[in-house]
């Protein structure tokens, strides 16, 4: 008789998403109006605040960009919690109204990725996006298309070029 090869089973779970909202099953998952503009003004609130926290993230990552420096067997490891706090800041400078922020944290998420060289030059541009942001939050800028915004991002592009 023929070996008909490995058995494949699926298993199917049911989502149990929706019993964790306290909906009861067969009723609508609808969030209310209100609900809704409490949750809007409770992150409009925190968005005031936002620039004097995420200081403390950008703080983390120029503690983070001087261990770079003056400890390069670890940059492997260190570039993952650069990744991480840019990541992060990525989205809550949108969610918090900082779109600039969000536009610089993704470029340093994307250069501190798996592909990243490590080298001298690298860890400046680190430096540079740390610089930039921090420059943003300060400032209270919040658009990439102000004059503070296209000016930060041209002297960022000027840096990655000279670099690289």
Known sequence: ???A????RFYRFANQLKSK???PPGASARISPEMLRKAQAAIDEMAQDYPDWAIGQVDQLAERHKR???SPHARME?????????????GQGGTFGYPLVSTIAESLYRLSTMG???????????????DSIRIVLQNRERSPDSITGQRVQRALDAVIRKLR
């Open 1 to 3: 008789m023929a070996d």
């Open 5 to 8: 090869g490995p058995t494949v």
């Open 21 to 23: 909202t306290g909906v």
């Open 68 to 70: 770079l420096v003056f």
């Open 78 to 90: 260190l570039y993952k919690d650069v990744n991480r706090i840019a990541h992060d800041m990525k």
């Open 116 to 130: 990243a060289k490590y080298t001298d030059e690298e860890v400046e541009i680190v430096k540079a996006h740390i």
